[in-house]
């Protein structure tokens, strides 16, 4: 290997070989020694590579690196409603990515980027020098790692931070595989994407969202060059842990971008006289939905290994309006039942001392302004000074309060702030992040004292009857701004009433919106999905939907009367009654639905049998484990309990013509590249399901009579070799192919079909009935949205310690749940249609604003008579005695022989029933 180097050094000018001159010893030595190094260096560079070359990825997986990005949940249409994992990562493609930035960049860490094949011998040099100097003990901040674009990208994606020569010779091996696989371009784009910035962001995006709250586009020359010099220390240099080295080094980048003519000197002045803007932004959400997200989650946990870094991105079946309205719904519902129930007080008081400065503070401003009035020949009202004017503190005092304030947790329109001053129209207090406002006393005449549930304190008529000075309230910030003054806020507190609100499309079951209580972060527990409470008198319309199956008509009379149950574990006879303590005597079903009567509800279900009710309301899919086996089962009380996705479902079936369909909010799961990896394919109430079923299987019949088979090139003929029919190919391949693809795209799945587990007449029959609920009864504060397609059913527990609306039309089906979390009672004058309802009406005013109204088509096999209202019985009068009923064919009376003046027997009632 030496014998051909040896012989070009001794070759003379004249092409003939010289002999050794014993006479330059020295300058043989230096040769043959420079000959023996150069080799050696070649065997170990070629041995560190056959050595280092396994230990590397290959180039090629840098064009599928996977960024490490959270799980983010989607609305149906794409807004943004929740995001899970530690990285926050936005892609940028680098079209997009500002000029300015992608020079800071290279000017900074790698001005040699387009020049060089991954390694930059300037830059290894100042490494070698940086390693030399640690040798000998010197430690300079400004020796940092010059490694090239390529390798920082090599060191990001496949190995660690730790600092080592094996490490740094395997970034060299792979960066010159990188360059020979990726375009400049291409490195570049995914060095932006990929390099971490601190505060969990990782990729110029990201930062740029997390420091400054905006997308990179929208950044200043000073804040892109800020970014671009927080890579060198993401989390000891960034501008929110480091402020000062931050400064200097966004001055850095700033002068090498001068240097290097990528700004101009007007610019680098204007960007090197810039403050330091940068603060932490938490991603903003489109559309805050916590409950859904969390739902979400758990419903794809486990399907993948990397869920909250592999960039997946979970479409929901969440409709934007409609779940914004319902959470503002829910929310005002709430707030209003709370007000109207009292002030509670104020969540704590500061201590002592610090009343004592904010009234020494106080009285010391009030003596100064009155001096200052009286030289000044100006008369000073009480109201006017010094609520409004002087509203500073020390700022010791300040930021003592201000502490205080942070030690609790603040929550949407509701912000703790602490009372400065009371005086009798007004209060000046000081919130959490937000600074001083007024409380004006005519916003706050709500805030009687809270004694119970059923009682509540005196009138309001001064503000000290509400706050004094210390204590610490919640403020809503959405009142009016005075310039002249401070802000005028609203007085509120946190409520202590839950509720929730879960919507569904009936003929698939999406669902639509859901809130599973009044705020996520306050209580995480979903009472949409978990909580397990009586359903009261919103059960009935099962047990009604029974009987109409058993033969009992709306037009049977029941009587409205008490009844005495005789029962040897009780102490006492037990004595059901109405809410109301009001007797009707002989009863309609039909209006015994709509007026909610309790004691007509058990006389039916003890007509039709306890067993036979729970065999058939079974079918809508409740969970019978808790369903008692006596009367109670008629009220929805006992030991009964749902969810109100239990009742949302189970209404599905009334709304959709008696089809039960599983609510479900996952409709597809993408990975990183868009690839769909799961797609919900729900049963769904369709009239062409079937058909398309059907011929979906036609189709793959007929290809197989006619010797199709699913990839004709790979088609074999008898012999077992693979042969290809030109005609067959082209019309399964070509012809086919384009006549279906309208009817049928080729990854779309065939709906399936929902089961029917209710005969549509009963369906009919008993939306008929619940639209009276709306028209005539309970319901009837939902007449204000000003449709005749509504029907649903007001549920109301014992005490009330649950209260319900659950309502639909053919579009949507809704329940509204209020209760307490220990289920205290409401109170007595709370019902279903005074808490929920009002929740509920406020919900699908804007939810059904789009949508029109489709009147109720009879289905066959239902007959419409007209009956008396008194006995229920047919009758040929057209007067306000009478109404037309609606009957299955099977169960309608004999019209002939009613008409004809036949008896028509009665119940026999005995004459406890009468007491």
């Given at each position: 290997?030496?014998a051909?180097?040896?012989?070009?050094l001794?070759?003379?000018?004249?092409g003939?070989m010289?002999r050794?001159?014993?006479k330059h010893p020295?300058?043989?030595?230096f040769?043959v020694?420079?000959?023996a190094v150069?080799c050696?260096?070649?065997?170990?560079?070629?041995?560190?590579y056959?050595?280092?070359?396994?230990?590397?990825p290959?180039?090629s997986?840098?064009?599928?690196?996977?960024?490490?990005a959270?799980?983010?949940i989607?609305?149906?249409d794409?807004?943004l409603l929740?995001?899970f994992?530690?990285?926050?990562l936005?892609?940028v493609a680098?079209?997009?990515?500002?000029?300015?930035?992608?020079?800071?960049?290279?000017?900074t860490?790698?001005?040699?980027?387009?020049q060089?094949?991954?390694?930059?011998y300037?830059s290894?040099?100042n490494d070698?020098i940086?390693?030399?100097?640690?040798?000998?003990g010197?430690?300079d901040?400004?020796?940092?790692g010059a490694?090239?674009?390529?390798?920082q990208?090599?060191?990001?994606?496949s190995?660690?931070?730790e600092?080592?020569?094996l490490?740094?010779f395997?970034?060299m091996?792979l960066?010159?595989?990188i360059e020979?696989e990726?375009?400049?371009?291409e490195i570049?784009?995914?060095?932006?994407?990929?390099?971490?910035?601190?505060?969990?962001a990782y990729?110029a995006?990201?930062a740029?969202?997390?420091?400054?709250?905006k997308s990179l586009?929208?950044?200043?020359l000073?804040?892109l060059?800020?970014?671009?010099?927080?890579p060198?220390?993401?989390?000891?240099g960034?501008?929110?842990?480091g402020?000062?080295?931050a400064?200097?080094?966004r001055n850095?980048?700033?002068?090498?971008?001068l240097?290097?003519?990528s700004?101009?000197?007007q610019?680098y002045g204007e960007a090197i006289?810039?403050?330091?803007?940068?603060?932490v932004?938490?991603?903003?959400?489109?559309l805050?939905?916590?409950y859904?997200?969390e739902?979400a989650r758990?419903?794809?946990?486990?399907?993948v290994?990397?869920l909250?870094t592999?960039?997946?991105e979970?479409y929901?079946?969440?409709?934007?309006k409609?779940?914004?309205?319902a959470?503002?719904?829910?929310?005002?519902g709430?707030?209003k039942y709370?007000?109207d129930h009292?002030y509670?007080?104020?969540?704590?008081?500061?201590p002592?001392?610090l009343?004592?400065?904010i009234?020494q503070?106080?009285?010391?401003s009030?003596q100064?302004?009155g001096s200052?009035s009286?030289?000044a020949?100006?008369?000073?009202?009480?109201?006017?000074s010094?609520l409004?004017?002087?509203t500073?503190?020390?700022?010791?005092l300040?930021?003592e309060?201000h502490q205080r304030?942070?030690?609790l947790d603040?929550?949407e329109e509701?912000i703790p702030?602490?009372?400065l001053?009371?005086?009798d129209?007004?209060a000046?207090?000081?919130?959490?992040?937000?600074?001083?406002?007024e409380?004006q006393l005519?916003?706050?005449?709500?805030a009687?004292?809270y004694i119970?549930?059923d009682e509540?304190?005196p009138?309001?008529?001064?503000?000290?009857d509400?706050?004094q000075v210390g204590d610490?309230?919640?403020?809503n910030p959405s009142?009016s701004?005075n310039?002249e003054?401070?802000?005028?806020?609203?007085l509120t507190?946190?409520p202590?009433i839950?509720g929730?609100?879960?919507?569904?499309?009936?003929?698939?079951g999406?669902?639509?919106a859901l809130?599973?209580?009044?705020?996520?972060y306050?209580?995480?527990?979903?009472?949409a999905l978990?909580?397990?409470r009586?359903?009261?008198s919103?059960?009935k319309p099962?047990?009604y939907?029974?009987a109409?199956?058993?033969g009992v008509t709306?037009a049977d009379?029941?009587?409205?009367?008490?009844?005495?149950?005789?029962?040897?574990?009780?102490?006492?006879?037990?004595?059901?009654?109405?809410?109301?303590?009001r007797y009707n005597?002989?009863?309609r079903l039909?209006?015994a639905l709509?007026?909610s009567i309790?004691l007509v509800?058990?006389r039916v279900?003890?007509?039709i049998?306890?067993?036979k009710?729970l065999e058939?309301?079974?079918?809508?899919g409740?969970?019978?484990?808790?369903?008692?086996r006596?009367?109670?089962l008629?009220?929805?009380?006992g030991?009964?309990?749902?969810?109100?996705?239990?009742m949302?479902?189970?209404y599905g079936v009334?709304a959709?013509g008696?089809y039960?369909v599983?609510?479900?909010?996952v409709?597809?799961?993408?990975d990183q590249r868009?690839?769909?990896?799961f797609?919900?394919?729900?049963?769904?109430?369709?009239?062409?399901c079937g058909a398309?079923?059907?011929?979906?299987d036609?189709i793959?019949?007929?290809?197989t009579d006619?010797g199709?088979?699913d990839n004709p090139v790979?088609a074999?003929?008898a012999k077992?070799s693979?042969?290809?029919?030109p005609?067959?190919?082209?019309?399964h391949s070509?012809?086919d192919?384009?006549?279906?693809?309208?009817?049928k795209?080729p990854d779309?799945?065939t709906?399936?079909?929902?089961?029917?587990?209710?005969?549509?007449?009963?369906?009919?029959?008993m939306q008929?009935m619940?639209?009276?609920?709306?028209?005539?009864g309970?319901?009837r504060?939902?007449r204000t949205?000003?449709r005749?397609?509504?029907?649903?059913k007001?549920g109301?527990?014992n005490?009330?310690?649950?209260t319900?609306?659950?309502?639909f039309?053919h579009a949507?089906v809704a329940?509204?749940?209020?209760?307490?979390?220990?289920?205290q009672?409401?109170?007595?004058n709370?019902?279903g249609s005074?808490v929920p309802?009002?929740?509920w009406?406020?919900?699908?005013?804007d939810a059904?604003?789009?949508?029109p109204?489709?009147?109720m088509l009879q289905?066959?096999?239902?007959?419409?008579?007209r009956?008396?209202?008194r006995?229920?019985?047919?009758?040929?009068s057209a007067?306000n005695?009478?109404t037309n009923e609606?009957?299955?064919?099977?169960?309608?009376?004999?019209?002939?022989s009613t008409?004809?003046?036949?008896?028509?027997?009665?119940e026999?009632i005995?004459s406890?029933?009468?007491?």
């Open positions: 290997m030496l051909p180097l040896l012989r070009f001794l070759v003379t000018e004249s003939q010289k050794p001159s014993p020295v300058l043989r030595f040769a020694f420079g000959v150069l050696t260096m070649v065997i170990g560079l070629a041995g560190a056959i050595y280092l070359d396994p230990q590397i290959k180039a997986s840098f064009r599928n690196v996977k960024l490490e959270p799980l983010r989607y609305a149906k794409g807004e929740g995001e994992g530690e990285r926050r936005i892609p680098i079209e997009d990515v500002p000029e300015d930035f992608i020079s800071a960049i290279l000017d860490e790698d001005k040699r980027f387009y060089h094949s991954g390694i930059d300037i290894l040099a070698l940086q390693l030399g100097a640690r040798m000998v010197i430690n901040d400004r020796l940092g490694s090239t674009i390529t390798m990208l090599a060191r990001n994606v190995f660690t931070l600092r080592s020569f490490r740094k395997k970034e091996l960066s010159l595989k020979q990726l375009t400049k371009q570049l784009e995914l060095y932006i994407n990929l390099v971490p910035f601190g505060k969990r990729g995006q990201a740029a969202v997390t420091y400054y709250g586009e929208e950044l200043s000073a804040q060059a800020m970014l671009a010099g927080i060198q220390r993401p989390e000891a960034n501008p929110i842990n402020p000062q080295w400064l200097r080094r850095q980048v700033l002068s090498r971008m240097d290097q003519e700004i101009t000197r610019e006289a810039s403050p330091i803007t940068a603060k932004y938490a991603r903003e959400l489109d805050p939905s916590p859904v997200a739902w758990q419903k794809v946990l486990g399907n290994p990397d909250y592999g960039g997946y979970i929901t079946t969440l409709d934007a409609q779940q914004r309205e959470a503002q719904a829910l929310r005002r709430l707030i709370d007000h009292g509670r007080g104020p969540e704590t008081q500061i002592d001392v009343i004592t400065q009234n503070h106080y009285s010391s009030a100064s302004i200052e009286t030289s020949t100006v008369t000073v009202t009480p109201e006017e010094p409004g004017r002087n500073s503190l020390g700022e010791e300040t930021r309060l304030l942070d030690e603040s929550y509701q702030a602490v009372v001053r009371v005086q129209q007004s000046l207090v000081l919130a959490s992040d937000l600074g001083f406002g409380l005519a916003d706050s005449r709500w009687r004292t119970s549930v509540r304190g009138s309001v008529r001064q503000m000290s509400i706050v610490i309230v919640r403020v009142g701004e310039a003054s401070a802000p005028t806020w609203r507190q946190l202590d839950q929730a609100l879960i919507a569904m499309d009936p003929q698939s999406a669902v639509r809130v599973g209580g009044y705020d996520f306050r209580d995480q527990y979903n009472y978990q909580a397990q009586q359903p009261g919103g059960f099962f047990v939907s029974s109409l199956s058993r709306p009379i029941f009587l409205d009367a008490p009844l005495v149950f005789e029962d040897a574990n009780l102490e006492s006879q037990y004595r059901p009654e109405n809410d109301n303590n005597g002989p009863t039909r209006e709509y007026r309790n509800s058990m279900l003890l007509e049998g306890a067993g009710v058939d309301v079974k079918k809508f409740f969970d019978m484990t808790s369903f008692p006596n009367t109670q008629a009220l929805g009380g030991t009964m309990t749902v969810a109100p996705i239990d949302v479902k189970a009334l959709n008696g039960l599983e609510p479900h909010i409709d597809r799961l993408l868009g690839n769909v990896l797609k919900t394919n729900p049963a769904t109430v369709c009239e062409d398309l079923a059907a011929e979906s036609n793959a019949a007929s290809n006619r199709v088979s790979n074999t003929n077992g693979a042969s290809v029919n005609d067959t190919w082209l019309r070509v012809l192919s384009w006549l279906s693809f309208e009817a795209k779309q799945e709906p399936l079909q929902a089961e029917q587990v209710l005969d549509e007449r009963n369906a009919y029959i008929s619940l639209r009276d609920v709306i028209k005539l309970t319901g504060r939902a949205l000003n005749s397609d509504l029907a649903g007001t109301t527990t005490d009330a310690s649950d319900w609306f659950n309502g039309n949507l329940s509204v749940w209020v209760g307490f979390k220990d289920q009672p409401l109170g007595r709370a019902y005074n309802l009002p929740i009406i406020d919900f699908m005013e059904l604003a789009d949508v109204e489709m009147p289905p066959p096999g239902v007959v419409t008579l009956v008396d209202k006995t229920g019985l047919p009758t040929t007067d005695t009478t609606v009957f299955l064919a099977e169960f309608a009376p004999d019209v002939s008409l004809s003046g036949e008896e028509t027997p009665t026999d005995r406890v029933d009468l007491f």
